[in-house]
């Protein structure tokens, strides 16, 4: 349905900045959010950031709220998440994954990664001096 492909990951200072794309291929007539999580080693995959399919609704882990900036250009068909500040436990290996089941939750956007499909293959983000 759907293809994800993320972009962006590297090697960064402590207080550096990244910008992760995640590339959406495929087409779909279904409303549906884009969302970034992260996954470090020996941890659980956690939500990051997502971002409804205009872009008009936005939603931040608590632990990056004020550094990270999720956007979305539809022309483009691709998400971007702006790290600002970056530290050495945002290190993780980040994914983007798609949300079909936003119009049919009453809480709409969430970052549980159990409710997102299409998963990309990850771009590899460390944080490190």
């Known amino acids: 349905q759907l293809q994800l492909v993320e972009s962006g990951g590297g090697l960064v200072q402590p207080g550096g900045s990244l910008r992760l794309s995640c590339a959406v291929f495929?087409?779909?007539?279904?409303?549906?959010?884009i969302g970034w999580f992260r996954q470090a080693p020996g941890k659980e995959r956690e939500g990051v950031s997502c971002?409804?399919?205009?872009?008009?609704?936005?939603d931040y882990a608590d632990s990056v709220k004020g550094g990270f900036t999720i956007s979305r250009d539809n022309a483009k068909n691709t998400v971007y998440l702006q790290m600002n500040s970056l530290k050495p436990e945002d290190t993780a290996v980040y994914y983007c994954a798609a949300d079909f089941r936003i119009m049919y939750r009453p809480s709409g956007l969430t970052t549980d990664p159990r409710e997102y499909d299409s998963w990309g293959q990850g771009t590899q983000v460390t944080v490190s001096s």
């Open positions: 495929g087409y779909t007539s279904d409303y549906y959010a």
């Open positions: 971002i409804s399919s205009e872009g008009g609704l936005l």
